[in-house]
């Protein structure tokens, strides 16, 4: 119990830290006669795509599940996948176990194995956040340095040492000794729990958690449709870089400083590296990350970059927290229907 409240306590800080950092600089009163600009036309399309991408990944994740042979229902999934945005809100991370939680229980299915396919998906957009990252380095940027100011001068000097040959080395030893540490940890409790009959149950119960997390895991190597399911991932990501573009037009970015999809990419890069720090939703990180973002790069006002990410994480927590109640109350409906028509 601590444990959740000290991480929900520093996600707080961390939030609180960020937000200052994005909002130290900015007049609050010219940060309010930018707002009260703003048109609203946008805001259909964009509750649209935001919902879109959501359901996209449901149906991504129904492709992890069900090459284990579990049909699953598409409004559950979708449900979970809702769910789980509206807890991170609260404590980050906790999401994900909370719709596997959901889902578990709704499909009668393992939540450790559930869990196991959350970590292989976020494990892949991260690994599509890094691919996008350097994209965006190298082609879009014409000396990496350029990015410096955005991600600072430490965090570059420590991407420098990873991604050396010692650094790598380094990370590939690590990575080798934590498998062979978990492997001796297991074969030491399987050793120990036949001596101690206590532990048998505790040992047996931990290892079928064990060998449903991993089966999760590695429910990536059994995806029956490989280019739906890329189909999708690349679906969930255009929505995202969408979701950046659309509004645009609300502060005129478009016309009056030239942005288009190309630098709509670079933005929802930067921000899904603001959404991955432990912050509640991405508070505080997405606004500074976002807002820094067009200043340094594409020279608009820190007031507009500001009022930009506001807007954006305001609408998006909006739609969730508006969308994601009403999604469970009908899930829960359509469900006790169905338990009464089988019951009878």
């Given at each position: 119990?601590?444990?959740?409240?000290?991480?929900?306590?520093?996600?707080?800080?961390?939030?609180?830290?960020?937000?200052?950092?994005?909002?130290?600089?900015?007049?609050?009163?010219?940060?309010?006669?930018?707002?009260?600009?703003?048109?609203?036309?946008?805001?259909?399309?964009?509750?649209?795509?935001?919902?879109?991408?959501?359901?996209?990944?449901?149906?991504?994740?129904?492709?992890?599940?069900?090459?284990?042979?579990?049909?699953?229902?598409?409004?559950?999934?979708?449900?979970?996948?809702?769910?789980?945005?509206?807890?991170?809100?609260?404590?980050?991370?906790?999401?994900?176990?909370?719709?596997?939680?959901?889902?578990?229980?709704?499909?009668?299915?393992?939540?450790?194995?559930?869990?196991?396919?959350?970590?292989?998906?976020?494990?892949?957009?991260?690994?599509?956040?890094?691919?996008?990252?350097?994209?965006?380095?190298?082609y879009l940027f014409?000396?990496?340095?350029?990015?410096?100011?955005?991600?600072?001068?430490?965090?570059?000097?420590?991407?420098?040492?990873?991604?050396?040959?010692?650094?790598?080395?380094?990370?590939?030893?690590?990575?080798?000794?934590?498998?062979?540490?978990?492997?001796?940890?297991?074969?030491?409790?399987?050793?120990?729990?036949?001596?101690?009959?206590?532990?048998?149950?505790?040992?047996?119960?931990?290892?079928?958690?064990?060998?449903?997390?991993?089966?999760?895991?590695?429910?990536?190597?059994?995806?029956?449709?490989?280019?739906?399911?890329?189909?999708?991932?690349?679906?969930?990501?255009?929505?995202?870089?969408?979701?950046?573009?659309?509004?645009?037009?609300?502060?005129?970015?478009?016309?009056?400083?030239?942005?288009?999809?190309?630098?709509?990419?670079?933005?929802?890069?930067?921000?899904?590296?603001?959404?991955?720090?432990?912050?509640p939703g991405g508070?505080?990180?997405?606004?500074?990350?976002?807002?820094?973002?067009?200043l340094i790069l594409?020279?608009?006002?820190?007031?507009?970059?500001?009022?930009?990410?506001?807007?954006?994480?305001?609408?998006?927590?909006?739609?969730?927290?508006?969308?994601?109640?009403?999604?469970?109350?009908?899930?829960?409906?359509?469900?006790?229907?169905?338990?009464?028509?089988?019951?009878?």
């Amino acid at each position: 119990m601590w444990k959740s409240s000290l991480r929900f306590v520093v996600s707080i800080l961390i939030a609180l830290l960020f937000l200052w950092l994005a909002l130290r600089d900015v007049s609050l009163s010219e940060l309010r006669l930018t707002m009260n600009k703003l048109t609203y036309y946008w805001l259909v399309p964009y509750i649209v795509i935001s919902l879109l991408s959501h359901y996209l990944r449901a149906e991504r994740w129904k492709q992890l599940i069900e090459q284990q042979d579990a049909r699953t229902s598409r409004m559950n999934l979708f449900s979970g996948v809702m769910l789980g945005y509206l807890v991170n809100y609260a404590v980050p991370r906790l999401g994900e176990i909370s719709r596997c939680v959901y889902v578990g229980n709704r499909e009668q299915l393992s939540r450790s194995n559930l869990l196991g396919t959350v970590v292989i998906e976020r494990a892949l957009d991260l690994l599509i956040t890094v691919l996008l990252t350097v994209f965006v380095i190298i082609y879009l940027f014409s000396d990496y340095r350029d990015i410096v100011p955005i991600i600072g001068d430490s965090t570059i000097n420590v991407l420098d040492v990873i991604f050396s040959p010692e650094g790598l080395a380094v990370l590939l030893i690590i990575l080798i000794f934590g498998v062979l540490a978990v492997y001796l940890g297991y074969r030491l409790l399987s050793y120990v729990s036949n001596w101690i009959p206590s532990l048998a149950g505790f040992f047996r119960f931990a290892a079928d958690k064990s060998k449903k997390f991993a089966q999760g895991m590695m429910s990536i190597r059994k995806v029956r449709n490989w280019p739906v399911f890329i189909l999708l991932t690349g679906g969930i990501w255009f929505c995202y870089v969408l979701m950046t573009y659309i509004p645009f037009t609300a502060f005129d970015l478009h016309t009056t400083y030239g942005l288009g999809m190309q630098d709509a990419l670079v933005i929802t890069v930067v921000s899904a590296l603001g959404i991955i720090l432990p912050s509640p939703g991405g508070i505080g990180t997405y606004h500074w990350l976002v807002s820094r973002t067009m200043l340094i790069l594409f020279a608009v006002p820190e007031t507009i970059g500001v009022a930009y990410a506001i807007v954006t994480h305001l609408v998006m927590m909006i739609i969730i927290l508006a969308v994601t109640p009403m999604l469970l109350a009908v899930n829960k409906v359509n469900w006790k229907e169905k338990f009464v028509r089988v019951q009878k």
